[in-house]
């Protein structure tokens, strides 16, 4: 089965900085890739995802990169805000055609710090 | 839209005793629907998944029991609590769609469960 790897677990970045978090996958048959935030005690939002067939997506302050070849897709946070701080996960999972869902297989989170 | 409706939203139970979470959906059919733990400082770890009504695929082998008697409806059980079954413990589904639609996993609220 798939199997997600994501480092760091913990970083701590200053205010306008930026914050990159690296997961790999196994299963070369996953093709979508979300993004969560989880805050303190609520449940993991969804903050950007990507599809197999494009390399990169941005959404303002946020994108994420996959490279297929290596089996790898980072998440980039520029001009960090306190409001960042959060538990990101990366998930990969298979999406099939006339509606069958794989499950989604989380990494382990990364706990982000933004200092003021 | 899909909704989550997940409780108890906390409890404290003493080893040995049993266990049921509830989670109900609304604004779907036919949904995919997961439970996942999250113990402290750690992932996300799939528990069960079910497709269809009486429908259950066991990810871990553990002390705890999932079933789902209608279609928006899943239940988490255990006869026996252990310590280690601490934990947050989300319900989620996966609405069925076509490929590249947008499928996202939606999760509850979230239960609070400390074994006592």
């Known amino acids: 089965g798939e199997n997600v790897e994501q480092h760091p677990s913990t970083l701590s970045v200053q205010e306008g900085d930026s914050a990159v978090i690296k997961c790999t996958y196994s299963?070369?048959?996953?093709?979508?890739f979300p993004w969560y935030k989880q805050e303190l005690g609520k449940r993991p939002q969804l903050i950007i995802d990507i599809r197999s067939n494009v390399g990169e997506k941005k959404d303002q302050r946020i994108a994420v990169t996959l490279n297929k070849t290596a089996k790898h897709f980072s998440l980039h946070i520029t001009e960090t805000q306190p409001e960042d701080s959060a538990v990101y996960f990366c998930?990969?999972?298979?999406?099939?055609?006339?509606?069958?869902?794989?499950?989604?297989?989380f990494g382990k989170g990364t706990k982000l710090s933004v200092k003021p | 839209s899909q909704t989550i409706h997940q409780w108890p939203a906390t409890l404290v139970q003493p080893v040995g005793s049993p266990l049921s979470l509830e989670c109900t959906v609304e604004g779907t059919s036919n949904p995919n629907l997961y439970w996942y733990r999250q113990a402290a400082g750690r992932g996300l770890q799939l528990l069960f998944y079910s497709v269809g009504i009486g429908q259950i695929s066991s990810e871990v082998p553990q002390n705890l029991s999932a079933s789902r008697p209608q279609d928006r409806q899943f239940i988490l059980s255990s006869k026996k609590l252990l310590l280690s079954d601490s934990g947050f413990y989300l319900c989620a589904l996966i609405q069925a769609g076509r490929i590249f639609s947008g499928n996202t996993i939606y999760f509850g609220e979230g239960s609070w469960l400390t074994v006592v």
């Open positions: 299963d070369s048959a996953s093709n979508y």
């Open positions: 998930a990969a999972s298979i999406l099939g055609y006339g509606g069958s869902q794989g499950n989604l297989i």
